[in-house]
């Protein structure tokens, strides 16, 4: 059925419903209903992505039927990448995602503060140092006063013990969070939006793993030890927590957290921080965990427990009445977060017995602010139960139906809007610059996990007496060969938009560079004007363009001459319509796509800038072959300082081939990624015998395919400097790599982001040499960073050091180093 529609208003209470995510099915409604009868709930909190413990989560989501969530205070920035070259803000973009991929398998929601995850932090002490300690506290507070949860639970000690920095901070600040949240004296300017919050408890997720003593605990019946079996199994969901937990925590993929499921019984651990005193190692003992917290939760638990005595399992619309009365007796209820959340969860319940599909597909993946952009929205009831569409919201306009909807057929709408300015669908937090903590100024997004759709379509449907509004986010499809059908958010996008191969310009001499800028419509008229470089010489002029449709793009050159002086320089970017000055344009923007099988597609919109550094180094004269690993941009950033360097697979790599080139650098992981290298790493020594050099970065030592990479043995340790300004000693202060063809000084280790190096060698073999030694405050020097053996006539080498965060960061003493690694000859 296709119609014509017209706007007009409408008034109505409304209540949104997610996304379609869930895979619903007869029993999955059966155990939403279940969970309707508990009004428990538990937050889990910890430090970054992957930190949460899936099976506890999975096990109180679905076992306990208890509302159930996880704050973990970053994003997962710092981290390493197993599966592309992201790093920083756009690796936590990827790392968010996979969360939200895990907590759709296993029940639980998801929430973040603005930390910045800044790397691996040694103390609690030196995190404090990057994060401001109240902002994070408040960050807490504020999803605790929101989500208020019953009980608290962190996964790691308040000590030293936890291992990380940030983990430790993670139990310190939610052990003053509990109590915080609480006191209408801290941050009062919350209590406009929510009200103040006493959790009943807060455990720590003890292990043996923190606890040498737990055995002791355990044996001695502890009365704040909490002891219970978390591996049970779900007859509706057909599967056990453990391999739902599994599932779930094999979304960190780029973490390389692929699992293996668990059956049978699973003992978990917790111990009683803060709080009242629990009985029976019943963490919820005490706590009302059914409607007895209402006047009026009799009536409703009845006829919960009638709807659920009385399910069909082949026909959960008969089920929708009951719901409805569910829904009225809600109503009569005072309103406060506990009611507002069930009120949603019925309405959820309720489309999904009537297997009402709502979805609002956009003609294209990417349309720009101010364009007009069709869409087609198709409405469809599965089921015979009588309903009607009353309307659609879309931008604030109500487009009038009331119609009723026909079983098993489809009802199609189409629709022309325009885009507003000024909407985005980039990620939220990333909006502004940024330092410890991500701007975000508006308070309700504090705590999200991420952006609302940026085009949502408001299907206003009325089932029995109730209206609801169901939201959709728009969304573009395709049907892939192989893949199948592939959903796409909707992204919005500038007018116009800038690329660059890189936008590093790096410099080890006084001539000038021709930059070429991509300029890119992604509108759909002419759009004309200028683009102007500012912050460098003046010779930087304005270029004028012109685009007449979409997709359209055009490249402009510019002449950029280096800074007299060595050291580094930003040059922004402007872009300005015809009919404006020049000089009065707004920052450039670029695009940034991310995208993989597991997670949504992902558009980053951000303002484009030129980063140019220069300093003196001899040029390169080797012949270099760079083998990928997980994924970095050392081989590009070598580029940029006209290293002649070829990339190739592992499996491209052969003895012929490499007879061809003088030096094999291998990319970040790549014994953890590669089979096929470890498997032909005997090639690579036989190229270092007959007198190439080979550089080896970085592999981690927990699931590497060879472990004797190199031609003498060395081991690969957990060891890093963490502090980027660490200072560094020359223990052989005339080697070589030291001294050619680049004279190495402390001032090539200046200006480091981040880290200093991380899984360093450990355990020698005599034949390797060790120059430099980083340490970190209050401890021993670390002289694993870089060694270097003679194997016949050439050079083998392992680094930790982290050229793959330093290179791309433009920093001139890396590449300075890297430089004489390359020419290196005994």
Known sequence: MIRNVFPFILAFTAFTLQAQQLQWNSSRILLEIEKLNSTASVLYIAAHPDDENTRLITYLANEKRVRTGYLSLTRGDGGQNLIGEEQGAYLGIIRTQELLAARRLDGGEQFFTRAVDFGYSKTAAETFTKWPHDTILSDMVWVIRNFKPDIIIIRFPADERAGHGHHTASAMLAEEAFAAAADPTKFPEQLIYVSVWQAQRLFWNNSTWWDKDLPNKIANGAPELAVFDVGGYNTLLGKSYGEIAAESRTNHKSQGFGSTPTRGEQKEYLELKKGTAIQNSDIFSGIQLGWERYRQGADIQNTINSIISNYDILHPEKSVDALLKVYGQL??????????????????????CLGLWLEPVAEKDMVANGDNLNIVSTSLKRVDYPLSLESITILGKEYKSGEILPAGINQIDSFKIVVPEGISSSPYWLNGAYDGVFNVEDRKLIGKAENDPAIIFTYNVKVGNEIFAINRGVVYKETDAV????????AVVPRAIVHADSYNLIYTDSLSKNFPLLIKSYAADTIAGNVRLFGNRANISSKAYTLNKNGESATLNFTITPPKQNGTKDIGLNISGNNENETLGESAKKIRVISYDHIPRQVVVEDAKLHVVKFDAMPSTKKVLYIDGAGDLVDESLKQIGVNITTIKPEDMNAALLQQYDVAIIGVRAFNTSKVLADNNAQLMEFVNAGGTVIAQYSTNWDMYLEKIGPYNFKITRTRVTDENSPVEFLLPEHKVLNSPNKITQDDFTGWVQERGIYFAGELAPEYVAPLAFTDP??????????????GKGTFMYTGLAFFRELPAGVAGAYRLMLNMIEYKP
């Not at 109503?331 to 999904?352: F, G, N, R």
């Open 778 to 791: 209050n401890e021993q020097p670390q002289n694993g960073s870089l060694i270097i053996a003679q194997y």
């Open 483 to 490: 893949k199948g059908e592939i959903y796409t958010p909707l």
């Open 331 to 352: 109503k009569l209820i005072p309103e406060d977060q506990l009611i507002q959340y069930k009120k949603q969860q019925v309405q959820k319940i309720i489309v999904a």
